[in-house]
């Protein structure tokens, strides 16, 4: 199963909070939990007399709801006296309808204010947390646009938007609901465990003796019903992954007849799934029953004691009455509380992983006297240059490299000898140990990031479309580009005529993946996308390989023409692509070991040599 696959399939384990559904993830323990709250903290500093506020209405709201019971047994205490005096027949006797409907008035109230006050705290909580969602994510988009290319080859993508996406959402739902929540579920305890102390003593310590054993029962099925859970993410994850796999390389499967083998794989994981689904459910499904089972035992022993205290007048009626609903309701802010808890460890493990991202290295900040305007000749040097991927890894050693303005450069070699290397260290995408490189006499590290690349146009092997017109993706190569301009560069890379053919021509959506048009076609926009940039030197790597020969030649026509005055570096491996060029580098494991025209490097009968020899001779006899 593939990372992305693990990543995006491990979901929450579900929990009740105040009756509603939320999301806690199993076994995710934050590494520095106090040091992840106390940073956490930082951004609810500049929002403290908000929270204050909040938390004084969350007070407020649940001491209203606690008095409720109370004051409604005094109703019934009223009307169980005055009907107990009238068949005694005391004389006058009766009920006072009139202090009954003053007391039934002012429960009303208090309802009311009570749920005003939980709506309002809840509004304002909701207005925090969205300011403090919204910094925390405009620190991270910013963050990883200062991050080094070695951060991305480091992280998955998936555990990247991970970290952008699912855990500041964790982080939002939780400051949004479970703060307030704790709140009401502390107050509510210590409140109904006051009112309850004050009603009778005896009855709540009858009502106490049933906490032990629910504890016991809960976080024992809960401790073996989590491993459940756990298994059952991880089967789910299993699952989505065999799935994407087998839908997203359908075409390989059916090529080669393993639709039965990918149905029965389906077939092992769904059935663990289920048998995984199955226990986790049932013994999470015994929690509830055997609470219940308790919380009644409970409930009828506070009942048998408080009706004989009724009956020896050592309390109210309305007081018993009052007692029996807040046993019935003590439990439940235990059971918030620990879900509560549940959730903040989460979420303390989210912030945790976003908080690692914020702290990730950044590239070098730019010289503050770097420079903002260039417009280079296109002279290039490497000078004495030292680079490796760690400290302990040298890729390429002391390379020296003469680039003269607008010659074509093309660099040759095996997988892996440092070809693409080259071409980050020139845009300064990573930084070199030892060295420098000049562009027209000036170090690159003297030029701002954004200016230096600038005056590049890159194409790639691996052609980056986004979800867009054709128009637009073109146009991506310069703001403010016109519509004549965007169709000079299309012809210019022989495009034009397949966008015309186009239901939508220029105006054509192209999806999500660009998929709704060929590859060749793909490489046909990126390579208008340059054109129109105009850069000052090109970087093509791989820039025909994924088109057919007809098409290459085309496209080698609009390059030759588009490269003429400009340096150009080209990382190839058809000899179509690289015989005419003005220079040639062969890399092998990071150095330049041999450098010159075609013929010079055949003449030499080196190492370039055996590479044609190898690599192109079929090429150029076709």
Not at 425 to 434: D, K, Q, V, W
Not at 462 to 473: A, E, S
Request: aromatic share 8%.
């Amino acid at each position: 199963m593939s990372k992305e696959g693990r990543q995006s399939a491990i979901k929450a384990m579900p929990v009740r909070l105040g009756g509603r559904i939320m999301l806690s993830a199993p076994g995710k323990k934050a590494k520095n939990f106090k040091g992840t709250i106390m940073r956490l903290l930082q951004y609810l500093r500049p929002h403290s007399f908000s929270l204050l506020i909040v938390f004084a209405l969350a007070v407020c709201g649940t001491v209203f709801s606690i008095l409720g019971p109370k004051i409604l047994g005094r109703a019934t205490t009223l009307f169980f006296n005055g009907m107990m005096d009238r068949l005694r027949g005391v004389p006058d006797a009766g009920i006072d309808f009139e202090l009954v409907g003053k007391i039934m008035l002012l429960l009303t109230g208090i309802y009311i204010l009570s749920e005003a006050f939980n709506y309002l705290g809840q509004f304002i909580m909701a207005g925090v947390v969205q300011k403090i969602v919204y910094t925390m994510r405009e620190e991270v988009y910013q963050k990883l646009t200062r991050l080094p290319l070695k951060f991305f080859d480091t992280y998955t993508h998936g555990e990247i938007l991970s970290r952008v996406t699912n855990d500041m959402d964790l982080i939002g739902s939780t400051l949004g609901q479970s703060l307030t929540h704790l709140i009401s579920s502390i107050v509510t305890v210590a409140g109904v465990m006051a009112m309850m102390l004050i009603i009778s003593p005896a009855m709540t310590l009858i009502a106490l003796l049933t906490l032990p054993l629910w504890y016991l029962i809960t976080t024992k099925i809960t401790r073996y019903s989590q491993k459940m859970f756990v298994d059952q993410q991880r089967e789910l994850g299993e699952l989505n992954s065999h799935i994407e796999e087998a839908y997203g390389g359908h075409i390989i499967v059916k090529s080669f007849g393993n639709e039965e083998k990918v149905i029965q794989r389906f077939k092992e994981i769904n059935e663990r799934l289920y048998d995984a689904g199955w226990r986790a459910l049932f013994i999470s499904g015994i929690i509830m029953p055997l609470i219940n089972f308790v919380n009644n035992m409970g409930y009828v022993l506070v009942c048998i004691v408080g009706a004989v205290f009724v009956i020896q007048g050592r309390i109210a009626i309305g007081d018993m009455q009052a007692f029996i609903q807040y046993s019935r309701n003590f439990k439940e802010p235990i059971i918030q509380f620990a879900n509560v808890a549940n959730i903040i460890q989460a979420t303390i493990a989210a912030a945790e992983r976003v908080f690692e991202l914020l702290d990730e290295e950044e590239e070098k900040a730019d010289s503050p006297h770097a420079l903002t305007l260039f417009a280079p000749r296109g002279e290039v040097k490497f000078e004495n240059v030292t680079f490796g991927y760690s400290a302990d890894a040298t890729l390429i050693k002391n390379m020296n490299i003469a680039v003269k303005a607008g010659q074509t450069v093309a660099i040759v070699g095996p997988t892996g000898a440092g070809k693409t290397t080259l071409v980050n260290l020139l845009m300064r995408f990573y930084e070199i140990s030892g060295g420098r490189i000049t562009i027209d006499g000036i170090d690159i590290r003297e030029i701002k990031r954004g200016t230096l690349r600038g005056i590049f146009g890159m194409v790639l092997q691996d052609t980056w479309l986004f979800q867009g017109t054709i128009r637009d993706n073109i146009a991506y190569g310069k703001e403010g580009a016109t519509d004549e301009e965007i169709r000079r560069a299309a012809a210019a890379a022989r495009a034009d005529h397949f966008i015309r053919t186009l239901p939508g021509g220029y105006d054509t959506v192209l999806n999500e993946e660009a998929s709704n048009i060929s590859q060749g076609q793909k490489q046909l926009l990126t390579i208008a996308r340059a054109i129109l940039a105009d850069p000052a030197i090109l970087i093509l790597d791989e820039a025909t390989s994924n088109v057919d020969t007809r098409t290459e030649l085309l496209i080698q026509k609009a390059m030759a023409d588009l490269m003429k005055g400009r340096t150009s570096f080209v990382i190839a491996h058809r000899l179509s692509t690289i015989k005419d060029a003005d220079m040639i580098l062969v890399m092998n494991e990071g150095e330049v070991v041999e450098k010159g025209t075609n013929a010079e490097l055949l003449a030499l009968n080196g190492f370039y040599a055996a590479l044609h020899k190898s690599r192109f001779a079929v090429e150029e006899a076709i």
